[in-house]
């Protein structure tokens, strides 16, 4: 399983070490299921032909743990001279374990475990077997030091894969010496192998997670520059459509008024004459107020921070909003505020601004039938004001958009009123959010934090 998703991982930039542990851990599967009739019932004919195998595919394993050991250099270079000598030997020394009687006797011996409950039957190896493991230990050895190298420089990756090679090399040096007789212990390769793949699987997996955090970190912040590259592209045409408002349409509406005024002055005026003064009228001032904020938007001041009660400030802004929708009915706001709040630290022009516009939209909300509700909650830290309707609420869809300029889901109106409520927002240190309080209805909330006295920003 190892093998297989080393391998597949491996297909990625920067993960082409991964097809070499892949060769690595299939060499150790084989080694392993080569092994397994060591405590079975099987003929000794049987028996003698997997150690061949075992043996074979250990010198083979041998051999990959070296180019795996240059593939995940810091530089990866091709095998130096001395390496393909060396697995060269290794290479020659693991093809003659298949030959019978040259590297492995061709008798099975039995070695008894009793406190294990087990009964190893395995081949005993020839003198020219047993130079063959050393000569194998000799290149785990070797392994160890290069990788044990790279783990002291500071190298992390190194660290899985000192282990897994220390514990293979004690491994063989245990089941050479317990076959020798020289240790009552049961046999560790096999586990051994086992602990390898799992260590370089973890190391492998770790950094795959690594990896994969990074890349989201990296998606998060691209997609951060393109909204603000956008936002910025944004205010551009903004400003210059703020240009061409203020010369091309601000002096020709002072025109219009000047002119509706003179009108009025006119005698006797007719009720149609009246009439279409007060419709000419009514769209003046309603193409004024898309001029001012238009204007408002593409220009903004810095915020002036002054003491204030923000209870005033939310209090005047209804009754502006009340006005500016010809709506007398006062009950069709409800506020809830403290009796006595702090001076709070704000700038007042952009509060009351932001205020307006939430009431505002509140007031036009769709199939609203109850008062808006507003609220003003205060903390030692931070100042909430909510505006709370009844009507159809906000769409999913419109919510991914709402504080997008010009965004708007009204047949009039510019789509900068929630935009500027965000922008009051940040220069506050705040944040603006919209809650759904149940079936019908929306709470948009704006959160304002408290700044610390001049004398502690001091």
Not at 166 to 188: C, E, F, K, M, Q
Not at 348 to 368: F, G, K
Not at 376 to 400: C, K, L, P
Request: overall charge neutral.
């Amino acid at each position: 399983m190892a093998a297989f998703m080393a391998h597949g991982i491996s297909s990625a930039p920067g993960w082409r070490a991964l097809r070499v542990f892949a060769v690595c851990a299939a060499f150790a599967t084989l080694c392993n299921l080569a092994s397994i009739l060591v405590t079975l019932s099987a003929s000794d004919e049987l028996r003698l032909l997997f150690a061949r195998f075992d043996l074979f595919f250990a010198g083979l394993y041998t051999i990959s743990w070296f180019f795996y050991a240059a593939a995940t250099a810091a530089k990866p270079t091709p095998l130096s001279p001395f390496d393909r000598a060396l697995l060269g030997g290794a290479a020659i020394l693991s093809s003659l374990a298949l030959v019978p009687g040259l590297i492995l006797e061709d008798t099975i011996l039995a070695r008894p475990l009793p406190w294990l409950g087990v009964v190893y039957r395995d081949a005993p190896p020839t003198r020219l077997g047993a130079f063959t493991i050393a000569y194998l230990c000799v290149a785990l050895a070797i392994l160890f030091v290069r990788f044990a190298r790279r783990w002291r420089r500071g190298c992390n990756d190194a660290r899985a894969s000192t282990v897994a090679v220390s514990a293979t090399l004690v491994a063989v040096i245990n089941d050479s010496a317990a076959r020798a007789g020289l240790l009552p212990t049961p046999y560790l390769l096999d586990i051994a192998l086992l602990v390898v793949v799992l260590a370089i699987s973890n190391s492998s997996t770790a950094r795959l997670a690594g990896s994969v955090h990074a890349l989201e970190e990296s998606s998060r912040k691209l997609a951060d520059a393109q909204a603000e590259l956008v936002k910025r592209e944004r205010l551009v045409a903004i400003g210059e459509l703020a240009a061409v408002v203020a010369h091309e349409v601000r002096n020709p509406l002072a025109v219009v008024f000047n002119a509706i005024a003179g009108l009025r002055k006119v005698s006797p005026a007719t009720e149609d004459h009246t009439r279409l003064l007060g419709i000419a009228q009514e769209e003046a001032e309603r193409l004024r107020d898309i001029v001012s904020d238009i204007l408002d938007y593409a220009r903004p001041r810095a915020p002036i921070f002054s003491p204030i009660d923000v209870s005033d400030v939310v209090r005047h802004a209804i009754e502006a909003a009340l006005v500016a929708k010809a709506l007398v009915e006062t009950d069709q706001v409800e506020l809830t505020s403290p009796a006595q709040m702090a001076p709070f630290e704000c700038d007042e022009r952009l509060i009351r601004q932001a205020v307006i516009n939430l009431v505002t939209n509140a007031l036009q909300a769709d199939a609203r039938k109850s008062p808006v509700a507003v609220t003003v909650d205060a903390t030692d830290e931070a100042i909430a004001i909510s505006v709370t309707d009844d009507g159809n609420g906000v769409s999913r869809e419109v919510e991914e958009r709402m504080f997008t300029p010009f965004f708007t889901t009204r047949p009039t109106g510019t789509g900068l009123g929630l935009a500027v409520v965000q922008r009051c927002a940040e220069a506050h240190g705040g944040s603006i959010g919209l809650e759904r309080p149940g079936a019908r209805g929306a709470r948009f909330t704006l959160r304002l934090q408290r700044r610390a006295p001049e004398t502690e920003r001091a």
